[in-house]
Nanobody, 124 residues
Framework: VQLVESGGGLVESGGSLRLSCVAS????????MSWIRRPPGKGLEWVSS????????TYVDGVKGRFTVSRDNAKNTVYLDMTSLKPGDTATYYC??????????????????WGQGTQVTVSS
């Protein structure tokens, strides 16, 4: 499994970013995908998941209405569109194969296999 995240950066509060994650090494379109994040000095937090076809999407309460997850199975890529960013969204963001329950159960032990992540910093 190889996951390459990109798209992070420094943005002012209220700004937007689009994160991308290119996946390889597994059958992408058969797998749900998730985004998780690690705020500075804190533990991992599940953010969002999308099923294989891209029809079912779930979000943690704190990002509902602001973040949108999507995927392009032809490009083996999952996206996270983030709008109305807040300083509390500052974190390293990772993508992971699997839905919410699976990822939450394994993220602490498997995080080192899920790419380097991409840093999002939101200034106030």
């Amino acid at each position: 499994v190889q996951l390459v995240e990109s798209g992070g950066g420094l943005v002012e509060s209220g700004g937007s970013l689009r994160l991308s994650c290119v996946a390889s090494g597994f059958t992408f379109n058969s797998n749900a995908m998730s985004w998780i994040r690690r705020p500075p000095g804190k533990g991992l937090e599940w953010v969002s998941s999308i099923d294989g076809p891209g029809s079912m999407k779930t979000y943690v309460d704190g990002v509902k209405g602001r973040f949108t997850v999507s995927r392009d199975n032809a490009k083996n890529t999952v996206y996270l569109d983030m709008t109305s960013l807040k300083p509390g969204d500052t974190a390293t963001y990772y993508c992971a194969p699997g839905g919410q329950l699976e990822v939450e159960a394994t993220m602490e032990s498997l995080i080192s296999y899920w790419g380097q992540g991409t840093q999002v910093t939101v200034s106030s």
